[in-house]
């Protein structure tokens, strides 16, 4: 399995399970203020993300099933959807609620 979907993957397990959402959001922020979220990892699951990179039904199940978050709609689009604002929300200052 590619080592970037792990991370991901425990990223989304780890802090949206037990959190709500502006809270593991401020969780991972900070993970990458201090470093133990490396740029390099973070630049490397952007661009899984930003080029669709995920194997197919992949964003769907990270998001339902390992993050435990319901979605509008469970559709892969719609996961992804979730995805892009989840990297625009760790990037900028401002948090916007899914």
Do not use: C
Not at 12 to 24: C, G, S
Not at 27 to 45: D, H, V
Not at 52 to 60: T, V
Not at 65 to 90: G, M, V
Request: charged share 30%; aromatic share 10%; no cysteine.
């Amino acid at each position: 399995m590619n080592t970037t979907i792990e991370q991901l993957r425990g990223l989304l397990a780890e802090h949206f399970k037990y959190y709500k959402y502006r809270d593991a959001i401020a969780e991972i922020k900070a993970l990458k203020a201090s470093g133990k979220l490396s740029e390099e990892t973070w630049n490397n699951i952007k661009n899984l993300i930003n080029n669709r990179d995920l194997p197919k039904g992949q964003a769907l199940n990270l998001i339902a099933f390992d993050s435990n978050l319901p979605l509008d709609e469970d559709t892969e689009q719609e996961a992804y959807k979730w995805l892009d604002l989840f990297i625009n929300n760790i990037d900028q200052n401002e948090i916007v609620d899914y």
